[in-house]
């Protein structure tokens, strides 16, 4: 069932149905990229570039939620208007959808068939038509365009931030390190037993066992934070950024860096990052800060969502401050 916002008792909206606040990002030195064992190097991860993030900014703490998403929807008056609503149908993993929807599904993506284009699936029915949308507004919201999440950023005030802030941003500090906590997929941190993100655990994709604590979407924010206060970097949901897509980074002069990167002038597809519920070590680790990934701008599918950077602070902002490193 959907719900208006307006018509939701203040006392029925989960505590992080309007997201977590934002923190802000110091300015600093960073190596981008990886060269680790897990890296792609066909995605244009490799080789490492020294890059300097010569500002600060701001930073969602967590990804934007469904009950933001939700809001911004209607002050815009955007019924029909997101691009999975254009187009009727969006993209929905198999064991997500009820036996009934499934019936009125006749096709799947050539090579990854668990992916279904679902009629009627959009960010208020994420499962499908006969989802419980008001049951996951501190989820983030998913069936997001490109599109999408550029317009609602900038009605937020603030942008789609960079590739370069937003992976200087998810290793929270960090030098060279695959996660935003170190170089360990599963360390001891949370309630949810050994894992530290949102990922799929089990036999892909036949049966997710949910021990991270999910089989599908984690509310945000349900793990620990990085160095610089930010929830759910890796896992859970991919995210839209700023940038077109290349597998061929400008790599700096030697012994210099590049300064505020932004990527190609044009392209078709846009990057996105950070990974997603659906990631697993055995088809697809790009669940790590350097990771990446691309679609057209008017795609979505049931885990592609976003998170908004501010170059000044926001009226909403809580934020928390950290110390930048100046050294590599």
């Not at 244009?44 to 500002?55: A, L, T």
């Not at 499962?127 to 009605?155: E, K, Q």
């Not at 976003?306 to 950290?322: A, F, G, N, S």
Request: include cysteine.
């Amino acid at each position: 069932a959907y719900a208006h916002i307006a018509d939701i008792a203040s006392d029925k909206l989960p505590p992080k149905a309007f997201g977590c606040g934002v923190v802000e990002i110091p300015k600093g030195k960073f190596f981008m990229g990886s060269e680790d064992d897990e890296n792609y190097a066909e995605d244009g991860e490799s080789p490492y570039r020294k890059i300097k993030i010569s500002h600060s900014f701001y930073m969602d703490a967590c990804e934007v939620t469904n009950g933001q998403f939700l809001r911004f929807w209607e002050e815009r008056k955007l019924k029909g208007k997101t691009e999975a609503e254009k187009y009727g149908w969006s993209f929905v993993f198999e064991l997500l959808i009820s036996p009934e929807v499934n019936k009125e599904v006749y096709s799947a993506v050539q090579g990854a068939e668990w992916w279904l284009p679902v009629p009627g699936a959009d960010f208020r029915h994420p499962s499908g038509p006969d989802g419980d949308f008001n049951a996951v507004l501190d989820h983030p919201a998913i069936h997001i365009g490109w599109t999408d999440a550029n317009a609602y950023c900038r009605h937020s005030g603030g942008r789609l931030p960079t590739e370069s802030e937003w992976e200087y941003a998810c290793r929270g500090g960090l030098e060279k390190k695959k996660f935003p906590w170190g170089d360990d997929r599963t360390p001891n941190l949370t309630e949810h037993g050994t894992y530290s993100m949102n990922i799929f655990t089990g036999e892909p994709y036949s049966k997710d066992s949910g021990r991270d604590g999910w089989e599908s979407t984690a509310v945000v924010g349900s793990y620990s934070p990085n160095g610089y206060g930010l929830y759910d970097m890796t896992g859970n949901v991919w995210e839209w950024v700023h940038d077109f897509w290349s597998v061929r980074p400008k790599i700096p002069p030697d012994g210099k860096r590049l300064i505020d990167p932004k990527g190609p002038k044009q392209g078709r597809d846009r990057v996105m990052k950070g990974g997603s519920y659906m990631c697993h070590p055995t088809t697809c680790r790009r669940y790590r800060c350097s990771g990446r990934s691309h679609a057209e701008p008017d795609s979505s599918t049931g885990n592609l969502g976003l998170r908004c950077v501010y170059d000044t602070p926001p009226p909403h902002m809580k934020t928390k401050v950290v110390d930048s490193k100046t050294e590599l």
